[in-house]
């Protein structure tokens, strides 16, 4: 006999995939103001399930679920006016896995959570940093 619960939309939820959250990224940054996104432009946005082992070392991580996003590259304030040749891009990586484990745990939409993130992680590629966004925050809310 079936339960209540195999015909329920609940029971048919599946995490949300690597092009979800894509799609969700998208939209988050879409969302911007366009004075922010603007200063974007170059600005390369990946999602992968986690971080790999270096960026682990690197960021001191105990865990692979530690770290939700990374900027990589050199901030707009610590650039030169043009990009030198063969200079990678910036680049923001969102990691799914941590992203999810965070918020099955929370309150938060998920929507708002990757929002978060990505907009974290754009202010790093302003030259912000953790301290200052932090303080903005603060100050903001």
């Known amino acids: 006999m079936a339960s ?7 029971a048919q939820l599946r995490a ?21 996104t603007r200063l974007c432009e170059g600005l390369v946005i990946r ?7 270096e960026i682990l070392e690197d960021m001191e991580c105990e865990t692979e679920f ?11 304030a610590q650039r030169e006016a043009s990009a030198q040749t ?13 992203i999810i484990d965070y918020w099955a745990d929370g309150e938060d939409t998920l929507q708002e959570i990757i929002t978060h993130v990505l907009v974290h992680e754009i202010g790093h590629h302003f030259g912000l940093s953790d301290e200052d966004m932090e303080e903005i925050e603060q100050k903001a809310g």
């Open 4 to 10: 209540p619960l195999d015909d329920s939309a609940l």
């Open 16 to 36: 949300p995939s690597l092009e979800d959250l894509e799609v969700l990224a998208d939209a988050a940054f879409a969302s911007l103001p366009s004075r922010f």
């Open 47 to 53: 999602v992968e399930d986690f971080p790999d082992e």
């Open 66 to 76: 530690d770290l939700l996003g990374l900027f990589r590259g050199q901030g707009l």
């Open 86 to 98: 063969g200079e990678p891009p910036n680049m923001i990586w969102l990691y799914r896995r941590p």
